[in-house]
């Protein structure tokens, strides 16, 4: 099914139109972005049943207005008659710009945005819409997922969750009319255990522009993480040293989110804050390694038809074969640096100031096969489950930990459940710089599929 536009927001668009219309007396120009965000995260554990909305819904309106070399912003969420708003908005921030010249604050400036002009709306495809599903459904469906963890032996606790989102965006200015509503969904398994005194815990999540539909795949994930809990509570530590090692797709696109998701926002190139600036257009990986992001790049819970700035969402290439080609920005720092914007300017809310973040962000595949990855190494491990991530864009390091290990050569595709330890791959704060140039300059071999 196609996801419905907001009727909302599509009631409302008049009156921002006209809004839009009024404040332009005042200011060289004025865009609105308006959102409308709503869905409900379901939970069930062994000892509790939750039920709430999801963690980013929003109903509100942003208001950015350029005079006198700077831009400024409104944020509201009252939507009252247009011309008694624009008298408010008009005083509030022309009192703004007072006060910063009455304390003596220089303002930043930036360059007057050239819009061309553009209309178009994007809905995306769902099979099954959670608001056509019952609670009761949901919660039947995820206590099921529950309770077939829970009946394994020696489990403390097991964790079902769900969230469902629909986010519908609205931009407007005096060139722009852009519209969109899209759905997703994300899903989660952990189980914690015991045996022998030994504690330990295994997840999976999944997620994607999917409805209901999703709780389909998480039916199989649960056999798989109390394969892998038992394994950990039978597993022998690593000596920790330098190994070749290969990482799992999500591991692989941690190391991407941090040292070159992170590290190439440009709205750090703005404020020198970001190693990144001075490579661009130089080696920094092996040539092998090509990386990418953008909105339309892959098909993820990240992927729209605009930003929160109104930029039309892209395919970026990050790294090409080897070289730093370009960063990530938002619309204002693209404009400060004299580039080109990428669709990256995302707000946490309408209430919160934009900043360059990643949308969906991967190294391209390549043409080796993983049976060959492993038989080429001699003493190494196969490194899977992301437990968390760590950057530090000013001296481009990087902290990576994973939750699961397994012993290379004696692995093979047939033997891959077995699962050694929870393994910390973090980076010495003290040598970040260094590992991560040595990391990335290492890569040898890249996998065509892992599955």
Same mark, same amino acid.
């Given at each position: 099914?196609?996801?419905?536009?907001?009727?909302?927001?599509?009631?409302?668009?008049? @009156?921002?139109?006209?809004?839009?219309?009024?404040? /332009?007396?005042?200011?060289?120009?004025?865009?609105?972005? =308006?959102?409308?965000?709503?869905?409900?995260?379901?939970?069930?554990?062994?000892?509790? +049943?939750?039920?709430?909305?999801?963690?980013? =819904?929003?109903?509100?309106?942003?208001?950015?207005?350029? @005079?006198?070399?700077?831009?400024?912003?409104?944020?509201?969420?009252?939507?009252?008659?247009?011309?008694?708003?624009?008298?408010?908005?008009?005083?509030?921030?022309?009192? /703004?710009?007072?006060?910063?010249?009455?304390?003596?604050?220089?303002?930043?400036?930036?360059?007057?945005?050239?819009?061309?002009?553009?209309?178009?709306?994007?809905?995306?495809?769902?099979?099954?819409?959670?608001?056509?599903?019952?609670?009761?459904?949901?919660?039947?469906?995820?206590?099921?997922? =529950?309770?077939?963890?829970?009946?394994?032996?020696?489990?403390?606790? !097991?964790?079902?969750?769900?969230?469902?989102?629909?986010?519908?965006?609205? !931009?407007?200015?005096?060139?722009?009319?852009?519209? @969109?509503?899209?759905?997703?969904?994300?899903?989660? *398994?952990?189980?914690? #255990?015991?045996?022998?005194?030994? @504690? $330990?815990?295994?997840?999976?999540?999944?997620?994607?522009?999917?409805?209901?539909?999703?709780?389909?795949?998480?039916?199989?994930?649960?056999?798989?993480?109390?394969?892998?809990?038992?394994?950990?509570?039978?597993?022998?530590?690593?000596?920790?040293?330098?190994?070749?090692?290969?990482?799992?797709?999500?591991?692989?696109?941690?190391? %991407?989110?941090?040292?070159?998701?992170?590290?190439?926002?440009?709205?750090? !190139?703005?404020? $020198?804050?970001?190693?990144?600036?001075?490579?661009?257009?130089?080696?920094? %990986?092996?040539?092998?390694?090509?990386?990418?992001?953008?909105?339309?790049?892959?098909?993820?819970?990240?992927?729209?038809?605009?930003?929160?700035?109104?930029?039309?969402?892209?395919? +970026?290439?990050?790294?090409?074969?080897?070289?730093?080609?370009?960063?990530?920005?938002?619309?204002?720092?693209?404009?400060?640096?004299?580039?080109?914007?990428?669709?990256?300017?995302?707000?946490?809310?309408?209430?919160?100031?934009?900043?360059?973040?990643?949308?969906?962000?991967?190294?391209?595949? #390549? +043409?080796?096969?993983?049976?060959?990855?492993?038989?080429?190494?001699?003493?190494?491990?196969?490194?899977?489950?992301?437990?968390?991530?760590?950057?530090?864009?000013?001296?481009?390091?990087?902290?990576?930990?994973?939750?699961?290990?397994?012993?290379?050569?004696?692995?093979? *595709?047939?033997? &891959?459940?077995?699962? *050694? &330890?929870?393994?910390?791959?973090?980076?010495?704060?003290?040598?970040?710089?260094?590992?991560?140039?040595?990391?990335?300059?290492?890569?040898?071999?890249?996998?065509?599929? !892992?599955?």
């Amino acid at each position: 099914m196609q996801v419905p536009m907001s009727s909302y927001l599509v009631e409302v668009k008049p @009156q921002i139109q006209e809004l839009i219309r009024l404040l /332009e007396r005042e200011f060289d120009y004025v865009s609105v972005l =308006c959102t409308d965000v709503k869905g409900t995260t379901y939970r069930v554990s062994m000892h509790q +049943t939750t039920v709430g909305d999801y963690h980013f =819904c929003e109903r509100g309106f942003v208001v950015r207005a350029w @005079q006198d070399g700077s831009y400024t912003e409104y944020s509201f969420n009252n939507l009252t008659d247009a011309a008694d708003l624009a008298e408010e908005i008009t005083s509030a921030l022309k009192s /703004e710009f007072q006060a910063l010249k009455a304390l003596g604050i220089a303002q930043m400036e930036s360059p007057l945005v050239q819009e061309e002009a553009i209309a178009k709306t994007m809905q995306n495809e769902i099979e099954i819409d959670p608001e056509t599903v019952s609670a009761e459904e949901i919660l039947s469906h995820l206590r099921k997922l =529950c309770n077939a963890g829970a009946a394994h032996e020696g489990i403390l606790e !097991f964790q079902s969750t769900v969230s469902f989102a629909r986010v519908n965006k609205l !931009f407007l200015s005096s060139k722009k009319d852009l519209m @969109q509503s899209y759905a997703f969904s994300e899903g989660s *398994l952990s189980a914690i #255990g015991t045996e022998n005194g030994k @504690q $330990n815990m295994s997840y999976r999540s999944c997620s994607g522009l999917k409805g209901v539909e999703i709780l389909n795949e998480m039916d199989a994930i649960v056999e798989e993480i109390i394969a892998v809990l038992y394994d950990k509570l039978h597993s022998d530590p690593v000596t920790p040293g330098m190994y070749d090692v290969i990482t799992a797709p999500d591991v692989t696109g941690v190391i %991407a989110h941090e040292a070159f998701g992170h590290g190439v926002e440009m709205d750090m !190139f703005v404020k $020198n804050r970001a190693l990144a600036k001075e490579y661009i257009g130089k080696p920094v %990986a092996s040539q092998l390694s090509s990386m990418h992001d953008g909105a339309v790049g892959a098909q993820q819970v990240s992927s729209y038809l605009f930003d929160d700035e109104g930029t039309l969402g892209t395919d +970026t290439t990050v790294i090409d074969h080897g070289t730093l080609v370009t960063g990530i920005s938002d619309l204002v720092s693209a404009l400060r640096l004299g580039t080109t914007p990428t669709g990256n300017g995302k707000r946490e809310s309408f209430e919160r100031k934009v900043y360059s973040r990643m949308t969906n962000t991967y190294f391209t595949a #390549g +043409t080796d096969k993983l049976d060959d990855m492993i038989a080429s190494i001699e003493h190494g491990y196969l490194l899977e489950s992301v437990q968390s991530g760590m950057e530090d864009p000013k001296h481009w390091g990087i902290q990576c930990m994973v939750r699961n290990v397994q012993k290379m050569p004696v692995l093979r *595709l047939a033997q &891959r459940k077995r699962r *050694l &330890r929870e393994f910390g791959g973090g980076v010495d704060g003290n040598y970040q710089k260094m590992r991560l140039a040595r990391f990335m300059y290492s890569s040898s071999r890249l996998a065509q599929a !892992f599955t």
